[in-house]
């Protein structure tokens, strides 16, 4: 039996024995915060979410059987180190007891029932479904889906646009990522302790319950605090030991090889053709079933490139669909060897030796110890591509030999000053591992805070987490014409001269912009010019969210208004979207949180995240992250899922937030208790003195 004790948020504190017993009480207490959460990530890891949830589920479904994602947790777990397999084993034997105790009466289980009129049994969770939850926190977190993009933009426009909407070039106008964070670093010789600080945010989709859980985890090896994914041990982004902290942030990697396959079915199935020649295609034939709807049939192909994970489309007397190898798949790897390495680092060598063994996404780690020393390294697993063939998917035929996954570049390096990442490009060669990157903007713009501020203590960070500069206003603006023009047109133009340039909630000017730049980009996709880019795409329903055309005009709006093509035309798209902005209300006023929760796809079903569209400043290109998507929202759906900082003098110092709360349930009182702090930037102190917390009922309780 584990000791398990609660802050006044309602944070799980966990204390066991040894390391086993922990792990079943971290997934018995997870089951019973989050039951309604970890299930859905594990039916989404073995393609079955559509049981779950009916047609809302098919499209993912269809991908993760695709993909053969349960097929790969599987092998993960099998082929991992003992000491992994049992701590992994342990934490589901764990979810199965929360599971049959609390987690499975979660309320959205009985929504779903009411809805579909009938009850779904949940099954037992087996030993690798942590690691299948694992890896569907990072199927699509990718560069898949943009090499895809890349693709239909060719295919439509020619190989010339391809640049253009990734943003690669001498401007340094990179487009906006679908997915990034920040993260920095202060020496103790910057810190009013003399220790050294570390802090950031990731961002990621607004999920509802939040995708990362704040958790305690001590034992009698190690007790750490950190930011866990639910249905999976340990704390493998965030963590502080008491000795050694770390964070991450997205490396922009090129981390999965993509495939152009030429496909033709024959007696046995099928033969996909690559360097030497036809080859056969191993096929599985499943059925999805679908409550309340028709089952779905699906074949399952991998060639000896990878998953074919798109539809088929006929050419000719053969088909084509694109593969992609994932390195955790072709070393049937997780990276789960990290997981125990990270909760037992006394040293931020510790830290980055224990990320030795991690595997997908690739990741930037910033750690540091009570010894003074910060190290920043880049981790995981990437294919061994030279940069133009990172740029579109590679032709099966013409391929050679696959590319063999290699270790992400460069040694450590030690921090004597500060140190940020963002998600830009990266200065050293050698850890330059991608094409196209997010913009500079949130990296210069920490970097320059830091020089200004010259916080001394996490107090302090306050005003970095909370910039709203945006990244991407003053070049956007350098269109807008400055002689005549119309009234209307005219008084936008004049305040967005007098505007800060800050996308504060509270600001008229800032809703002007964004009104602005959300007619230009509908504006600019429906231009004679980019016609061909509406042409169906073709790989399938689950890819829909990084093909559509107005989306990815936003994140290349100010190339593309430089683009020959259009040029002769931006005057007048750039003058009518000025008029249409014209009765603009402030920005808070539609720029309101989006929390994404599942049953919000479901008809009929209640949406628990309705109420909690709160205003916010901060825009997608800002430190202060809340993306929208403009010209199709301002309801913002991506941004900042959790704040973090790590004082390494003192541990309690510490502070952490995210955008909700710590419990699923949403009549829980701690279900969205965060929300208000979190919106404002005032992350809570981090308390790890057990007298302060309060008593829960222990796990392993017969």
């Known amino acids: 039996m584990a000791e398990v004790y609660r802050d006044d948020l309602g944070i799980p504190h966990l204390r066991a024995a040894d390391v086993g017993e922990l792990a079943e009480a971290q997934g018995e207490v997870t089951a019973r915060d989050r039951g309604w959460q970890i299930e859905v990530d594990r039916l989404r890891a073995s393609g079955r979410l559509a049981e779950l949830i009916g047609e809302a589920g098919v499209a993912w479904d269809v991908f993760a059987r695709r993909a053969r994602l349960d097929d790969t947790a599987r092998r993960s777990l099998a082929g991992t180190d003992a000491a992994t397999r049992a701590f992994v084993s342990r934490y589901a034997a764990g979810v199965r007891r929360g599971m049959a105790a609390v987690g499975a009466g979660a309320p959205e289980f009985r929504e779903l029932d009411v809805v579909f009129g009938d009850a779904r049994p949940l099954e037992p969770w087996e030993d690798h479904d942590p690691l299948g939850v694992l890896h569907v926190a990072h199927a699509l977190f990718s560069t898949l889906p943009l090499m895809l993009w890349r693709a239909h933009v060719a295919a439509t426009l020619g190989d010339a646009w391809v640049d253009v909407f990734a943003g690669y070039g001498d401007g340094g106008d990179e487009t906006l990522p679908t997915s990034g964070s920040n993260a920095w670093a202060l020496h103790g010789s910057r810190t009013a302790s003399g220790l050294p600080l570390l802090a950031g945010d990731p961002h990621r989709i607004f999920e509802l319950p939040g995708v990362y859980q704040q958790v305690r985890l001590a034992c009698d090896e190690f007790d750490v605090v950190g930011l866990a994914f639910p249905g999976v041990p340990g704390v493998p982004h965030f963590g502080h030991t008491g000795d050694a902290a770390w964070g991450i942030t997205n490396a922009m990697a090129h981390s999965v090889d993509v495939f152009r396959e030429r496909l033709r079915r024959v007696s046995a199935g099928y033969e996909a053709l690559g360097p030497d020649g036809w080859r056969g295609v191993d096929v599985e034939r499943s059925v999805i079933q679908v409550r309340g709807g028709e089952p779905v049939d699906v074949e399952a192909l991998e060639t000896e490139r990878g998953t074919v994970v798109t539809d088929l489309r006929a050419d000719g007397d053969e088909l084509v669909g694109w593969s992609v190898r994932m390195p955790a798949r072709a070393s049937a790897d997780l990276g789960a060897g990290a997981l125990l390495g990270l909760l037992r680092a006394r040293s931020a060598a510790d830290v980055v030796g224990a990320f030795e063994g991690w595997v997908d996404p690739v990741n930037r780690v910033l750690?540091?110890?009570?010894?003074?020393?910060?190290?920043?390294?880049?981790?995981?697993?990437?294919?061994?591509?030279?940069?133009?063939?990172?740029?579109?998917?590679?032709?099966?035929?013409?391929?050679?030999?696959?590319?063999?996954?290699?270790?992400?570049?460069?040694?450590?390096?030690?921090?004597?000053?500060?140190?940020?990442?963002?998600?830009?490009?990266?200065?050293?060669?050698?850890?330059?591992?991608?094409?196209?990157?997010?913009?500079?903007?949130?990296?210069?713009?920490?970097?320059?805070?830091?020089?200004?501020?010259?916080?001394?203590?996490?107090?302090?960070?306050?005003?970095?987490?909370?910039?709203?500069?945006?990244?991407?206003?003053?070049?956007?603006?350098?269109?807008?014409?400055?002689?005549?023009?119309?009234?209307?047109?005219?008084?936008?133009?004049?305040?967005?001269?007098?505007?800060?340039?800050?996308?504060?909630?509270?600001?008229?000017?800032?809703?002007?912009?964004?009104?602005?730049?959300?007619?230009?980009?509908?504006?600019?996709?429906?231009?004679?010019?980019?016609?061909?880019?509406?042409?169906?795409?073709?790989?399938?329903?689950?890819?829909?969210?990084?093909?559509?055309?107005?989306?990815?005009?936003?994140?290349?709006?100010?190339?593309l208004l430089a683009h020959p093509a259009l040029r002769d035309d931006v005057g007048a798209l750039v003058e009518a979207a000025l008029d249409d902005a014209a009765d603009a209300a402030e920005w808070g006023a539609t720029h309101r949180l989006l929390p994404v929760h599942v049953l919000a796809d479901v008809r009929g079903a209640v949406d628990p995240g309705a109420a909690l569209d709160v205003p916010l400043s901060g825009d997608g290109d800002a430190v202060r992250c809340t993306g929208s998507t403009p010209g199709v929202t301002d309801r913002s759906w991506r941004g900042s899922v959790a704040r973090w900082a790590w004082d390494l003098a003192d541990r309690e110092n510490s502070r952490w937030s995210v955008p909700f709360g710590a419990a699923g349930d949403p009549a829980s009182p701690h279900f969205a208790d965060q929300l208000a702090a979190w919106a404002e930037v005032r992350p809570a102190r981090v308390v790890t003195d057990w007298a302060r917390l309060r008593p829960d009922a222990p796990t392993g309780a017969a």
Request: proline letters at 7%; charged letters at 20%.
């Open 367 to 559: 750690a540091a110890d009570r010894s003074g020393a910060v190290l920043s390294a880049t981790v995981g697993v990437t294919p061994d591509r030279p940069r133009g063939e990172r740029r579109l998917p590679v032709l099966a035929e013409s391929a050679g030999a696959v590319a063999v996954a290699d270790r992400a570049g460069g040694r450590p390096l030690d921090v004597t000053d500060v140190a940020v990442d963002a998600n830009e490009r990266p200065a050293r060669a050698e850890i330059d591992l991608g094409w196209a990157y997010s913009s500079p903007h949130r990296a210069d713009r920490i970097g320059v805070l830091l020089e200004e501020l010259r916080p001394g203590s996490v107090d302090e960070f306050g005003p970095v987490w909370g910039d709203t500069a945006s990244g991407s206003a003053a070049l956007l603006l350098g269109f807008v014409p400055r002689g005549p023009l119309p009234p209307r047109a005219a008084s936008v133009r004049d305040a967005l001269a007098d505007w800060d340039g800050r996308m504060d909630a509270a600001s008229t000017a800032a809703g002007m912009f964004a009104a602005w730049r959300a007619a230009l980009v509908r504006r600019v996709a429906a231009h004679l010019a980019l016609a061909a880019l509406h042409a169906p795409h073709g790989y399938g329903a689950v890819f829909d969210p990084w093909l559509g055309v107005t989306g990815q005009v936003a994140a290349a709006l100010a190339r």
